[in-house]
């Protein structure tokens, strides 16, 4: 009997907990204060790449956290599995990087990009692994309401 993967309780306070520390991270160091590396190219371009960065950045990380808060809402009883299976579905299309704007960002900027790139595939491969099992037969509102009667009717 196949069993459902299950991503438990634990396991997403440690991942939205590590998420919380990433996103901080990611709005300090796109606030566009001095993290410019004007030497290699011309400082407009190079505002440019670190705000297209950045927005792609926060996205990521905007995703991933709806994604958790999904999840916790599901173990805490907020939502149903239902609930979660059709609305808590994380993107896989998030826009990779243009690699001459990348080249033009900060080695430490960059360094950060590819953290929550990393985190942002843990999460994907979490998703994917959930939902490639087969949901749980649903019994029918009519069904539990007959199962009901009948137990009543045992007694």
Do not use: K
Not at 30 to 56: K, M
Not at 129 to 155: F, H, K, N, Y
């Amino acid at each position: 009997m196949a069993h459902r993967l299950t991503i438990s309780p634990r396991i997403i306070e440690a991942l939205y907990c590590e998420a919380l520390v990433l996103s901080d991270d990611v709005r300090n160091v796109f606030s566009l204060s001095g993290r410019l590396d004007t030497a290699r190219t011309d400082e407009d371009l190079a505002r440019i790449a670190l705000s297209s960065e950045g927005l792609r950045t926060t996205t990521r990380m905007m995703h991933a956290i709806a994604w958790l808060l999904n999840h916790r809402a599901y173990h805490m009883g907020e939502i149903s599995a239902f609930q979660l299976r059709h609305h808590g579905r994380l993107s896989a299309e998030m826009r990779e990087s243009d690699p001459r704007q990348f080249d033009l960002i900060d080695a430490d900027v960059q360094d950060l990009i590819e953290r929550t790139r990393r985190f942002y595939d843990r999460l994907l491969r979490l998703d994917r692994g959930w939902r490639q099992m087969p949901e749980p037969a649903q019994t029918s509102a009519i069904q539990r309401l007959r199962d009901r009667i009948e137990r009543r009717l045992a007694v």
